[in-house]
């Protein structure tokens, strides 16, 4: 059976081909920290599972090291020339957006299809088959690109390479902070979050639920960087004891628009570096620049997915 297992597997051969191309790449003086970092990325991603607790603890703290301590650089991946792109991109016409349209179109038909039965047997993992339908509709992209654009056969990998080079250690921040999320969760501080603000707010009316909910989400989620990591703790806390079970809220929707609620706080936070930093820099754009032009539009989107909860949630 497909599931997340072979998902993992195929990031994580991604992650060793960039590690393998950054140490042969010559143009950068820092290649054999890349080396090791996406090298030990792609390890965690393939083994992670078979290593152990204290096996997985040590990689992430060499991955921190490597990623703190100024130990990547960018190097100069040789693919195609600005005019050989523009060439091919000028033959192809709007057929261009076309591995970019094939991504979701393949993630929606195989979440759709996929999960059906043949003859009584799942072939993809029923909890598993929108993460498994997206990563096939990868693969079917990057094969329609390559079909229609013919780059070198490594450009994909080295552009790939180019790209993580660029956002560097903050790739993996959302993964490490959903991680963190998991943490708070099991340690129970969503449980602690939650005597808290039973405690202290007045949550006998659902609305009231609701907005400790979504304001709680934005606010953890600037904290915390991510709204994986603030999901657990503030769903421990107030969405499943309060707005599921006492109120009746559908879970469905608590859960969707309590995730949006959370990245309302993504908006307005450098914690959320891969968002709000890395395309500042890439960019030149002076300081908090991202975050200040985003926050009038976090606000009143906090304020709708609050409302749409409230109307929402108790109506089905």
């Not at 979440?111 to 339908?133: E, M």
């Not at 949006?260 to 890439?282: E, Q, R």
Request: proline residues 6%.
């Amino acid at each position: 059976m497909i599931g997340l297992s072979q998902v993992y597997a195929l990031g994580g051969l991604m992650f060793g081909a960039f590690a393998w191309l950054s140490l042969r790449d010559r143009t950068n003086r820092n290649r054999i920290g890349n080396a090791g970092f996406w090298g030990l990325l792609a390890i965690s991603f393939i083994f992670g599972s078979r290593l152990g607790d204290l096996a997985n603890g040590v990689l992430v703290i060499a991955l921190i090291l490597l990623g703190g301590t100024g130990r990547m650089g960018r190097g100069a991946p040789s693919t195609t020339s600005a005019e050989q792109r523009a060439a091919r991109a000028a033959s192809c016409g709007n057929l261009l957006f076309l591995p970019a349209l094939t991504i979701p179109a393949v993630a929606i038909g195989g979440t759709l299809l996929l999960g059906i039965p043949l003859r009584g047997v799942h072939w993809v993992d029923p909890n598993q088959v929108t993460i498994v339908s997206l990563a096939l509709g990868t693969l079917i992209a990057l094969g329609v690109a390559m079909a229609e654009l013919r780059p070198p056969l490594l450009a994909s990998l080295e552009e790939g390479r180019r790209l993580a080079d660029t956002i560097g250690w903050a790739a993996i921040l959302p993964q490490l902070l959903a991680a963190l999320g998991a943490v708070f969760a099991f340690s129970g501080v969503g449980t602690a979050v939650g005597a808290l603000a039973t405690s202290w707010l007045p949550l006998d009316h659902p609305f009231a639920a609701v907005a400790a909910y979504c304001i709680g989400m934005a606010l953890f989620t600037a904290v915390m960087g991510n709204a994986f990591a603030a999901f657990p703790v503030m769903t421990a806390a107030v969405g499943v004891p309060l707005i599921i079970r006492k109120f009746g809220g559908d879970p469905a929707i608590v859960g969707a628009l309590g995730m949006l609620a959370g990245f309302c706080g993504t908006l307005t936070t450098p914690m959320a570096a891969n968002f709000n930093i890395v395309p500042a820099v890439l960019l030149e754009l002076p300081g908090n620049a991202v975050i200040r032009v985003q926050i009038p539009t976090a606000i009143p989107l906090l304020a709708c997915n609050l409302l749409l909860m409230y109307l929402l949630a108790f109506r089905f």
